[in-house]
């Protein structure tokens, strides 16, 4: 599968594994933090359900961690 043609969300998660070298592993801090359920995260990521705004924010506060991400990211 070709990198564009990947989900936004596991795009992201791409970019967090190859710029920390971490495997991308959601904790229970990880759902608090950007009030996202598990199911409705593995939707995302499956690139089965688009991101709401809201959830677009929130992920990319999360990611901006570790790496800069803009909602440009998760919105296309």
Known sequence: MQIQNRPPVKRLIDRFEAETMLVF????NFYQDTGINRIRF???SNGEKQPTLE???KLTTFFNRFFPASLKDLLN
């Open 42 to 44: 593995a939707k995302l």
């Open 25 to 28: 592993k959601p904790s229970r």
């Open 55 to 57: 959830e677009a924010n």
